[in-house]
């Protein structure tokens, strides 16, 4: 069965530069959801959306912004990265309608900026 | 406000013996609650929700509203149990997308 594609699997940066991550969700799901896990941390919400419609926000900087585009792919990007920002970005995804809503996780986007 | 705590960062057992990972929660509505796990370098994955009552790879998590816990329990540890275990909560969001608030997690290994 298809799964949540993310990508790239790794990706290094430098200070200031730019970066974008992308989520595939599985098939026939309407909601992406992006977190962000730091090392030795726990996973905190960054943004989620539905049906291309942002639906909630967490502790997403301003510096980052994100969308979903028509077929419910959705991409992260970042700027003006900052040595902080290195950490293990998941994508998750789900079907709303559902109502009890699980989630199903990529396998995530490692992030290093230098 | 919505939080859920793992009080122990980790914990080690021998092969075979009991295992409690513990998870108390704060929610002001009706939670729903979810075990994750992350096994090393790999993607979280659904281990446990509440609303099921399953046993999953020998787990099982009760859902204690009085207690407001939701301890997850093995009564024999094997080895490859060792990995990262998240205990989450499901918060109701805006158009029925739920988003998970995760604590801090709760490293488990056995040893052989």
């Known amino acids: 069965a298809a799964g949540v594609i993310q990508s790239p699997r790794h990706l290094i940066k430098e200070k200031r530069e730019t970066a974008t991550l992308k989520c595939y969700p599985i098939?026939?799901?309407?909601?992406v959801y992006w977190y962000q896990q730091g090392p030795g941390q726990d996973p905190q919400f960054l943004i989620s959306?539905?049906?291309?419609?942002?639906?909630d926000k967490g502790s997403i900087p301003d510096r980052f912004s994100a969308q979903q585009f028509s077929d419910y792919h959705s991409e992260l990007n970042m700027s003006s990265l900052e040595l902080g920002d290195s950490a293990l970005y998941f994508c998750?995804?789900?079907?709303?309608?559902?109502?009890?809503?699980?989630?199903?996780f990529g396998a995530g986007s490692r992030l290093t900026v230098l | 406000a919505q939080r859920v705590t793992q009080p122990e960062k980790l914990l080690s057992v021998f092969k075979g013996a009991p295992v409690e990972l513990k998870c108390n929660y704060s929610?002001?509505?009706?939670?729903?609650l979810f075990w994750y796990v992350q096994y090393s370098r790999q993607r979280l994955q659904l281990l446990l929700r509440?609303?099921s009552r399953e046993s999953i790879k020998g787990f099982t998590a009760d859902l204690n509203k009085g207690e407001t816990s939701f301890h997850l329990k093995k009564p024999f540890a094997q080895e490859e149990d060792s990995a990262m275990y998240y205990c989450?909560?499901?918060?109701?969001?805006?158009?029925?997308?739920?988003?998970?608030?995760f604590g801090t997690g709760t490293r488990l290994q056995v040893f052989p």
């Open positions: 998750a995804s789900s079907f709303a309608g559902t109502g009890a809503n699980v989630l199903t």
């Open positions: 098939p026939r799901h309407d909601t």
């Open positions: 959306f539905y049906e291309k419609m942002q639906s």
């Open positions: 929610y002001s509505g009706s939670p729903e």
């Open positions: 509440h609303i």
């Open positions: 989450a909560l499901s918060a109701r969001a805006p158009y029925n997308t739920d988003k998970l608030i």
